[in-house]
Every structure is written in C-alpha cells, then in structure tokens.
C-alpha cells in the first residue's frame, strides 16, 4: 500500500469478540515502518462524549 502521513484510509476496528468489525476513517500519521505498518489516529464525528 503506498501511503504517506496525512492520507486518509478506511481500517477495519474488531468488536471484542472478533466476530464482528466496521471499517472507520483513520488519519496516517507516520509511515514507513516494517511490515508495511503505519501509525493512524481515527477520525470521528462524535465529539460530546470527548468533553
């Protein structure tokens, strides 16, 4: 996958039983690491539980 920081991809986030997931909007912050892996924060639309 060829990403840089700032992208934005869609993840897949598992519930706690593994059966289930749904992708969500994550921002790339750093890539590049081994394994093809890259550090992300998600991105939300749900900001009144945050305060």
């Keep these: ?8 991809v869609l993840c897949e986030f598992y519930f706690s039983d593994f059966q ?4 969500r909007p994550v921002v790339v912050l750093k890539d590049n690491l081994p394994f093809d892996d890259f550090v992300g924060i998600p991105i939300s639309s749900k900001i009144e539980k945050l305060t």
């Design 1 to 8: 996958m060829d990403i840089k920081p700032g992208d934005v």
């Design 20 to 23: 289930k997931s749904k992708r």
